[in-house]
């Protein structure tokens, strides 16, 4: 789960068995650890399982709770990721689902206010992690996203599969503020308007 630590994920009231995250996403540091939560149901599913695994769970946590470490860590992340928990503690669970739920709040609203369209249809499925939002017919999307990137420094994230070059992406999960998203579709704003006076 991508968004976890930035959207409440209440493993045991969903009733989930198994999540996974990564370091890169709402934990704020460099991509190489991953989060893994097992339920005490999916511990003893593991145990009687005969299908052959390429990760270990009960290995790997017999190796966590042993030292020393039986490969070389990566210790710059552990740091970061040192940073990023007290980054955390001070704002609290509350005040980060609040910040999340307000900077995307924010973030539509201003996409809304260029006459840009959300990605999704109903508002009540839109991300409080990332806002994708539709490009205007006839922008040439991979010319606007570079000249973003390189002139001013805004990476704006593309679409995949068959939305590639038809919609772009926001990310805001993390240590993002609405100040951040302001100057991002601040040049947003003025790309297009630039491309409406040449068109």
């Given at each position: 789960?991508?968004?976890?630590?930035?959207?409440?994920?209440?493993?045991?009231?969903?009733?989930?068995?198994?999540?996974?995250?990564?370091?890169?996403?709402?934990?704020?540091?460099?991509?190489?650890?991953?989060?893994?939560?097992?339920?005490?149901?999916?511990?003893?599913?593991?145990?009687?399982?005969?299908?052959?695994?390429?990760?270990?769970?009960?290995?790997?946590?017999?190796?966590?709770?042993?030292?020393?470490?039986?490969?070389?860590?990566?210790?710059?992340i552990y740091y970061s990721m040192d940073k990023a928990f007290e980054?955390?503690?001070?704002?609290?669970?509350?005040?980060?689902?609040?910040?999340?739920?307000?900077?995307?709040?924010?973030?539509?609203?201003?996409?809304?206010?260029?006459?840009?369209?959300?990605?999704?249809?109903?508002?009540?499925?839109?991300?409080?992690?990332?806002?994708?939002?539709?490009?205007?017919?006839?922008?040439?999307?991979?010319?606007?996203?570079?000249?973003?990137?390189?002139?001013?420094?805004?990476?704006?994230?593309?679409?995949?599969?068959?939305?590639?070059?038809?919609?772009?992406?926001?990310?805001?999960?993390?240590?993002?503020?609405?100040?951040?998203?302001?100057?991002?579709?601040?040049?947003?704003?003025?790309?297009?308007?630039?491309?409406?006076?040449?068109?």
């Amino acid at each position: 789960m991508s968004s976890m630590s930035s959207i409440p994920c209440p493993v045991e009231r969903w009733d989930l068995d198994v999540v996974v995250s990564g370091s890169q996403k709402g934990w704020m540091v460099p991509p190489g650890l991953a989060f893994v939560y097992m339920s005490e149901r999916a511990w003893a599913a593991n145990a009687e399982a005969k299908c052959r695994a390429s990760t270990s769970m009960p290995r790997n946590a017999r190796i966590a709770r042993q030292a020393p470490e039986p490969w070389t860590p990566a210790m710059s992340i552990y740091y970061s990721m040192d940073k990023a928990f007290e980054l955390l503690r001070a704002e609290g669970l509350e005040g980060i689902f609040t910040r999340h739920e307000d900077v995307a709040a924010y973030t539509r609203e201003r996409v809304k206010s260029l006459g840009l369209k959300l990605v999704p249809v109903n508002e009540q499925f839109a991300s409080n992690t990332v806002t994708a939002v539709w490009w205007p017919e006839g922008i040439d999307a991979k010319a606007m996203s570079k000249r973003a990137r390189e002139e001013f420094g805004v990476v704006l994230g593309g679409g995949q599969g068959k939305l590639e070059g038809k919609i772009f992406r926001i990310g805001h999960l993390g240590w993002f503020q609405k100040s951040d998203i302001a100057e991002a579709l601040d040049v947003v704003e003025r790309l297009l308007t630039e491309a409406k006076a040449t068109a």
